[in-house]
C-alpha cells in the first residue's frame, strides 16, 4: 500500500506525525504538506504564483513541503513527486479542531482530501475536536483500522470520508455514528485595529458550538454527544429537490433574453 499524507496545519504539526506513525507499518508512506499553518484555505489552489518544494531531511519517510496551500500539496504531490506512481490511498490530517458542519466548506483538512478524491483515489480526511491539548491517539488508531478497508472496498472511490472524533479518553467516547453534515450557519465577524500606521481588520469566527442544536444523526449531533462521526461527502453540490421549481424563473430568464 502507498499512502499520501498531507493537511491543513503544516508539516510541523504533531497531529500529522502522530497520523504517519500509525500508518507506517502499513506500507510505503510519502508526506506531501504544505510548510506553514493553512486553516481555513479550504481547497483553494494557487494559480499566479510558482510553487517551491522542498525535500526535508529524514531518512525514514519521504517528506516534502511546498509553499502553498493544502491542495496544492496534494496535486504536487500526485502530479509531481509522484507522477506516474500508484498511490492507494490520500490521508489528511490529524487536525487540531473539528471540521464539521459548514466548515467544512473553508476547512484546508477537507480540501487536501478533495484532491484525491477528484483523482478516484480513496481519501480520508481526519481531525480531532480540540484545538488546545488535542487527543491523536484514537484518531490514529481509527486511521490504521480504516486505510486497507478503503483501499480494498470500491465504494471509497467514489465518497471521500470526513472523520471527527472528540477530544476525550476512549472510556467516555459513546461510540461511533455514521453522520451527515450537519446544517450549521455560523457567520465571521470583522475586528479592527490599528498598528500606528494604519488600520487593519481580523476575521474572526461567531463561535455558537456551545448554543448550536444540531439535528440527531449529524456529525456536530454526534461529536457533541461524545460519539466519532464518520461523514461520506462527495462533490455534487447540486440542490436537486429544486429544479423543478425553477420553471418560473427559467422562463423569465428566456423571455428576457428572448431564447
Not at 526535508?56 to 493544502?70: F, H, K, L, Q, S
Not at 484532491?115 to 491539548?133: F, K, Y
Not at 486505510?147 to 470526513?162: C, D, G, K, S, T
Not at 449531533?221 to 461527502?233: D, F, G, H, L, Q
Amino acid at each position: 500500500m502507498h499512502i499520501l499524507i498531507s493537511n491543513d496545519d503544516g508539516v510541523n504539526a504533531p497531529g500529522i506525525w502522530n497520523l504517519v506513525n500509525a500508518l507506517k507499518d502499513l506500507g510505503k508512506i510519502t508526506v506531501v504538506a504544505p510548510d506553514r499553518e493553512q486553516s481555513g484555505a479550504s481547497s483553494s489552489i494557487t494559480l499566479h504564483n510558482p510553487l517551491r518544494v522542498t525535500k526535508m531531511p529524514r531518512e525514514d519517510i519521504a517528506t516534502y513541503t511546498v509553499d502553498g496551500t493544502p491542495s496544492d500539496a496534494v496535486i504536487v504531490g500526485i502530479g509531481h513527486i509522484l507522477y506516474k506512481q500508484k498511490i492507494d490511498l490520500v490521508v489528511s490530517g490529524i487536525n487540531s479542531g473539528s471540521n464539521m458542519g459548514s466548515d467544512l466548506l473553508y476547512s484546508g483538512t477537507v480540501g487536501a482530501a478533495l484532491q484525491g478524491h477528484h483523482m478516484r483515489i480513496p481519501a480520508l480526511s481526519l481531525s480531532v475536536t480540540s484545538v488546545r491539548e488535542p487527543r491523536f491517539d484514537i484518531a490514529a488508531s481509527l486511521a490504521k483500522t480504516l486505510a486497507p478497508l478503503m483501499v480494498e472496498q470500491r465504494l471509497f472511490r467514489q465518497i471521500l470520508l470526513n472523520v471527527n472524533v472528540p477530544s476525550e479518553p476512549l472510556d467516555k467516547l459513546e461510540g461511533i455514528e455514521i453522520t451527515r453534515v450537519a446544517k450549521t450557519r455560523f457567520g465571521f465577524r470583522t475586528k479592527k485595529g490599528d498598528d500606528g500606521r494604519r488600520e487593519f481588520v481580523w476575521i474572526t469566527r461567531n463561535n455558537r458550538w456551545a448554543r448550536y442544536q444540531p439535528e440527531e444523526g449529524t456529525d456536530v449531533w454526534a461529536v457533541k454527544n461524545k460519539r466519532i462521526s464518520m461523514t461520506p461527502i462527495w462533490t455534487d453540490i447540486t440542490h436537486t429537490e429544486t429544479l423543478p421549481r425553477l420553471n418560473r424563473i427559467q422562463s423569465a430568464a428566456r423571455n428576457a433574453l428572448d431564447l
